[in-house]
């Protein structure tokens, strides 16, 4: 179980943490909540009817990190537009589709970097430091999400486009100051693929 997550019978995850790791990745969680930013609602808490009806942007964030979390629906990187006209119009659909659904992309992954601090909050810690991690079915998928935009957050501070950049990244000396982010990016990854394996069928 140590560095990877395994199957609980009846469902859901564990894995064993040591306290760096713990620290890390509730770190990494908190960062992603505040780069993601309070809900649109978070002005007139006592209204809930303000986030209910509150319309997300129509442009892209200015952040690179952000905009790779929120990318726009109708933009293909590797299909130019045809013609200014349909430039314009991919422009259009995309503001229409983010204004009406940025909102409720970030309230779900900010509730699963939440999930993720929750969880680590309430270990209970063992004698030789670090804890069990167990999660329920919903808390894994909470926790797979927070993970896939971890990495997404971590491979665009990166300047990660594809696997030729991972290949690069595996040869970096020690002393690149890339160096933990790297690090951090590769262990999230195995994590994420060791618990996408447990929710197999």
Do not use: C
């Not at 952040?63 to 130019?80: N, Q």
């Not at 430091?129 to 919903?138: D, F, R």
């Amino acid at each position: 179980m140590p560095g990877h997550f395994e199957p609980l019978p009846g469902g859901g995850a564990a894995v064993a943490l040591d306290d760096v790791e713990i620290s890390i990745i509730r770190s990494l969680a908190v960062q992603l909540l505040e780069l993601i930013g309070p809900g649109p609602g978070a002005d007139t808490p006592d209204d809930p009817l303000a986030e209910l009806f509150a319309e997300g942007p129509s442009e892209p964030p200015a952040d690179p990190v952000l905009r790779r979390l929120f990318p726009d629906a109708y933009s293909d990187p590797e299909e130019a537009p045809a013609s200014p006209a349909e430039a314009e119009e991919r422009r259009a659909h995309s503001a229409e589709f983010r204004r009406f659904t940025e909102n409720d992309l970030r309230a779900g992954k900010r509730e699963s970097a939440l999930g993720v601090i929750r969880s680590l909050d309430a270990l209970a810690p063992v004698d030789e430091g670090g804890a069990v991690l167990k999660l329920s079915p919903e808390q894994s998928r909470q926790w797979l999400g927070a993970l896939n935009d971890l990495r997404l957050a971590i491979g665009s501070r990166l300047e990660i486009t594809d696997e030729d950049d991972t290949d690069l990244l595996y040869r970096l000396p020690d002393e690149d100051p890339r160096k933990p982010m790297v690090m951090a990016y590769l262990w999230l990854g195995g994590l994420q693929e060791t618990l996408v394996t447990t929710l197999m069928p």
